[in-house]
């Protein structure tokens, strides 16, 4: 069970949210995105062992989408952010 | 007061002013508060307690607590009778019933224990190799299984007791009270820092429960209870006694489970059974404490045969004694002072039997001291005896450390074991934390930590009291600074030495040949024997996760905890590799287990899910119709009166509407309150259709697609002023849709001024439906209901009988018909005062089943058809499609796939009979009798009777159902096994034009 940073809440238990999905899928221009554009965003993924940018909905707190850098492997969330942030890359 | 034959008349931590009344197996005993069910049991002689789980084999009490692998019992009856509990963990009270398990008839006459004689049939594997084939009979086989390899039985009736969940945050968290975990505890406590201090017994003190140590001049016993008032008085510490540290989970959090009243026939004053805390700990001291291990000889399961820290506990804590006459066998120097101990308390020790070969001064003096024989470089080879142990045989061992020379046979009731010590590394081992093995102990013990914890004391291998104290001290410290605290470690007391721990090892004892046929058990709990790990190593079964699934080593109720390391070690042996090399399986949470119902906590019953209901709920119910669970919601299905049924009261409710006028609850319908200057151009982006045009005051119905093109959801669309919209969504989609909206304006448009607002419970729903619908509304409002005032697809905000409320000009059931929406607590006054107003109209209530009537008879779609894999043309929503702008799913909505002429398409199905309903998912395919497999063309997605054509009719899906009108078809169920032959239809059964909905 994860502890996560909401950027708008602060640290909440992992319950609270649901996963969102990969925050690294670039959704295509409504209006110029082709077909092969939008079947890549649909359809295909990474799965990257090591660091991973996911979405998480704060969905029973503030209802706010977040953008989450974890490492996969250990769990360890190294930031947390608007989806439009850009994270911190853990390297200190 | 009866007569405890094996109760010393003083000493111990019991409370002999006050007797307890119990019963074994029908039978009634007595013991004192302050016992387990084990003390007791061995206070009052009772050695035969329990039979093994494959043969049957009598067995005794093997241990003092979580470790104990034979005894478990069938505790309480009735609703809170509960299985395979070790009766070293029950805490006596008054009344205690508890009966033993896997025997019948009786524990002295067991009729499973032929298993025994005809063990050669059952060795590691045989259920997996006999009862492979057929397959099919495997429920059968199961249930034999079941019956003779059988471990308790599970209640039958609910469980009356509440169990409940606390979630905590905490600065340091101690896993174990013991010398460790106590000085942890005032280590962190003088720090400040929030802490809890959880053991899983009734009282703190861990091993110098059942020890005879000195700490500061006072018994261990003592000293704890001082430590204890000290930290209780710290408004910082919490203590929690009976409470086990069962999980440890990513980012420090640990779950407790605190048996609040398992101590208690039943709980008082409405206090939970269990309570799990969910603690999210800074930082985590570990003081888990080691458990004895076992040493592997012939037969050495007989009653009486029991880890010696275990015999020694239950001397020193309970004045109980495990037998008169005791030999120790041992491969190291810890069983010393509690062979001492036994001789204190009036066991006679009839001889220390070590494995090693030379012994160190220390032991040398307590065993001269005790004045008790010692056998150095002696094995006991077997035990004798059925239903006790009688005597065993030891032999010398050479210098390999084979039995070799004489054998002597010495007599006893009592055997005790020590071969070494294995620290409780489950909890590290959760966290992730990686083991490492330590040759001089010959355990596996902490070595690099994952989480933010740290190990102190005998679980990491440090076993003597002294360095148990200073390790505690240190860690509590270290935990409290760790986690932001300023401190240093509290005082350590002064204390008695004990033994250096350096076991000899070897591994299983070989049993001469004159002694055949003895098994040598490694798992008491599984019988798994040493053979069997032979069996398997030669079976090919060689890794540590394959020994334990195919022998079952290990993976009893006690986890192992005894038997694992000698079961790997022998692994080892026959792969001619160390112990690392074979490693360890993986130690899984619980580590002890949880009831189901405390896992549950309060999330049983009506509690699991949350249940909505209506305004009109009340009304619903005193109405007495029944109530069909749509998502969360309960929604009214229809009304049935003098003795119909409820497809009856459908019938007659959606003819009556076509005909006159009704009413029906839609409050579960989903709304979304949308406001921000940019509105319309995400309501352009998130439907098919577009909003441009749509004026203030008007509504208009929408489609929504997903990301890959199919069909999401629909609803309406309102626009309540310039910037403000209100959508609705189907019930079941409500939630689904509003997260998708705030994804797409949280991570893909973050640029648009747009805010969005569940108000589902803020508005309730009222439909008004039928051809007199108008009429009744206009008796209740003094606003202008013309169809120039209020057009189809119009809004207005008026009052209805003094209620301000939004109305809708829309229909779901194609009649002229208005949709109000109110404030919740108004709805009643609506609903009593249209019902009053349309009496002459005979206005009636309607429900769910008669909705779905009218809607298949409009031809109008929803779950069924919004399955998730139509495509907007095939819904005939091809029209709305906007060419002019973009929208979600537009680009993938245009694949070829999803654009073909044959895909499926909705379409109306009548039976040519008009007589014969048709299935419900039924496939529709050309003959029935086709040579198999047969093409499916379609599928039936929804049907009824429909009372104002009088035959029955259908929604399906079929494969270019538009261009197929008039086609005839086999509707084939292959659950009923019916076969239906349709016609092909418009899906629009009723007034295709929409003359009456505009009327
Ligand atoms: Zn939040």
Redesign the interface.
């Known amino acids: 069970m994860l502890e996560i940073t909401c950027p708008y809440c602060g640290k909440r238990a992992q319950k609270e949210f649901t996963y969102a999905g990969d925050a690294g899928a670039e959704r295509p221009n409504l209006e110029t995105g082709t077909n092969q554009d939008w079947f890549e965003f649909v359809y295909l993924r990474d799965n990257p062992r090591g660091l991973h940018d996911e979405l998480w909905h704060h969905s029973a707190g503030c209802r706010r989408l977040i953008k989450v850098r974890r490492d996969v492997v250990t769990h360890e969330i190294i930031d947390t952010g608007a989806p439009s942030d850009s994270l911190s890359t853990g390297a200190s | 007061m009866s007569h405890q034959p094996f109760r010393n008349p003083t000493g111990g931590n019991i409370d002999r002013s006050q007797p307890l009344t119990f019963t074994f197996d029908g039978k009634v005993y007595q013991g004192y508060s302050g016992d387990t069910l084990a003390s007791a049991l061995m206070a009052n002689g009772v050695k035969l307690l329990a039979r093994s789980f494959k043969y049957h084999r009598p067995r005794g009490l093997s241990g003092y607590g979580v470790e104990e692998s034979n005894v478990l019992v069938q505790l309480r009856t009735g609703a809170r009778s509960e299985p395979n509990i070790p009766a070293t963990r029950v805490e006596l009270y008054e009344g205690l019933v508890a009966e033993s398990q896997n025997r019948w008839p009786s524990l002295h006459f067991d009729i499973g224990a032929v298993n025994s004689k005809l063990s050669g049939l059952f060795p590691s594997g045989f259920y997996y190799k006999t009862f492979m084939w057929p397959a099919k009979f495997w429920p059968f086989y199961e249930h034999a299984i079941r019956h003779i390899a059988g471990m308790g039985k599970s209640p039958t009736l609910e469980d009356p007791d509440s169990y409940t969940h606390n979630?905590r945050h905490c600065d340091v968290l101690i896993a174990g009270g013991g010398p460790a975990g106590l000085m942890a505890a005032l280590s962190a406590g003088q720090s400040g820092a929030r802490v809890i201090l959880c053991d899983e017994n009734a009282d703190f003190g861990g091993m110098l429960r059942g020890r005879r140590d000195t700490i500061r001049g006072k018994s261990g016993p003592e000293w704890v209870a001082d430590t204890v008032a000290q930290l209780a008085a710290m408004e910082n510490v919490r203590l929690l006694r009976r409470t086990t540290a069962a999980g440890y989970?990513?980012?420090n959090?640990i779950v407790l489970d605190e048996r609040v009243a398992d101590h208690k026939a039943t709980p008082e004053n409405h206090e939970p059974r269990h309570r799990i805390w969910?603690v999210?700990a800074k930082e985590v001291v570990l003081a888990t404490g080691s458990i004895e291990r076992p040493l592997v000889f012939a037969d050495n399961d007989r009653p009486g045969v029991m880890l010696t820290s275990a015999a020694q506990a239950y001397a020193n804590a309970h004045g109980a004694l495990a037998g008169r006459r005791a030999v120790i066998f041992t491969n190291n120097a810890s069983a010393y002072a509690a062979a001492a101990d036994l001789k204190a308390a009036g066991i006679e020790v009839q001889a220390i039997v070590d494995l090693r070969d030379s012994l160190e001064t220390p032991e040398l003096e307590i065993a001269a001291n005790a004045n008790i024989g010692v056998l150095n470089r002696h094995v006991v080879v077997a035990a004798h005896g059925a239903k006790s142990v009688h005597s065993v045989t030891v032999m010398p061992v050479d210098s390999n450390t084979t039995p070799v020379g004489e054998a002597q046979e010495i007599l006893c009731d009592v055997v005790c074991l020590s071969g070494g010590w294995t620290p409780s590394v489950h909890l590290f081992s959760q966290s992730r934390g990686k083991l490492c093995y330590d040759e001089t102990l010959s355990a596996f013990v902490p070595d690099k930590s994952?989480q933010r914890e740290r190990s102190a004391g005998a679980c990491q291998g440090a076993f003597q009291l002294d360095a148990c104290l200073h390790e505690g001290a240190k860690a509590g410290a270290q935990a409290a600074v760790a986690a932001g605290f300023a401190t240093t470690a509290a005082d350590v007391p002064r204390c008695s030495a004990d033994a250096v721990v350096k076991p000899r090892l070897l591994w299983a004892i070989p049993t001469p040949d004159h002694l055949h046929g003895g098994k040598q058990f490694v798992d008491l709990q599984n019988d798994v024997t040493a053979a069997d790990v032979g069996l398997a190593y030669q079976e090919g079964y060689r890794s540590v996760e394959h020994l334990k699934r195919y022998t079952t080593l290990g993976m009893g109720t006690d986890q192992g905890r005894t038997s694992n390391v000698n079961g790997l070690a022998i692994m080892a042996g026959h792969r001619a590799e160390a112990i690392t090399a074979v490693g360890t399986t993986t130690f899984r949470q619980p580590f002890t287990p949880i009831p189901m119902g405390a896992v549950a906590g309060l999330n049983a019953h009506d509690h699991v899910a949350p249940v909505r209901t209506t305004p009109l709920h009340h009304w619903h119910e005193s109405m007495g119709s029944p109530f069909a669970p749509t998502g969360q919601w309960l929604r009214p299905q229809g009304y049935p009166k003098d003795g119909e049924t409820l497809e009856q009261a459908a019938m007659r409710e959606a003819k009556h509407v076509r005909e006159k006028v009704g009413i029906v609850d839609v409050s579960t319908l989903g709304k979304i309150d949308v406001q921000g200057p940019d509105a319309i151009e995400f309501l352009n982006?998130v439907y098919i259709n577009s909003f441009s045009n749509l004026a203030v005051g008007k509504c208009r119905y929408g489609v929504m697609l997903r990301?890959?093109g199919l069909v999401d959801d629909d609803g309406v669309v309102t626009r309540l002023a310039e910037n403000r919209y209100m959508i609705t969504t189907t019930t079941t989609h409500a939630s689904a849709v509003m997260?998708r909206l705030?994804?797409l304006l949280?991570?893909?448009w973050?640029s648009l001024n747009v805010h969005l607002l569940s108000v589902t419970d803020d508005w309730s729903g009222i439909a008004i439906a039928g051809p007199h619908s108008r009429t009744v509304l206009t008796k209740l409002t003094a606003a202008d209901l013309s169809n120039s005032a209020v057009p189809f697809m119009g809004y207005a905000e008026i009052d209805v009988d003094g209620v301000p409320v939004r109305l809708f000009r829309i229909s779901f059931s194609g009649e002229l018909a208005y949709e109000i929406n109110m404030a919740p607590n108004a709805t009643r006054t609506v609903w009593d005062a249209l019902l009053k107003a349309g009496a002459n109209q005979e206005i009636i209530p309607y429900g769910l089943e008669a909705m779905n009537v009218l809607r298949i008879e409009k031809g109008h779609v929803v779950g069924g058809e919004l399955n998730g894999r139509t495509t907007a043309d095939g819904l005939g929503f091809g029209k709305m499609i906007s060419t002019k702008k973009?929208?979600?799913g537009?680009?993938?909505a245009?694949?070829a796939g999803l654009t073909r002429d044959d895909i499926h398409q909705l379409v109306g199905l009548v039976p040519t009979d008009e007589k014969t309903r048709i299935p419900r998912g039924a496939q529709l395919i050309a003959d029935p009798k086709a040579t198999k497999p047969v093409a499916m063309q379609g599928e039936v997605t929804s049907q009824c009777m429909s009372p104002n054509l009088g035959h029955p009719i259908a929604l399906a899906l079929l494969n270019g159902g538009r261009a197929r009108h008039g086609e005839t078809l086999k509707a084939h169920s292959p659950i009923t096994g019916q076969t239906v032959t349709v016609t092909v239809t418009n899906p629009i059964f009723i007034d295709p034009q929409g003359e009456r909905l505009r009327g």
């Open positions: 979630y989970y990513d980012h959090l969910h999210r994952f982006r990301e890959d997260n705030e994804y949280d991570v893909d973050p973009a929208f979600v537009k680009v993938p245009r694949r």
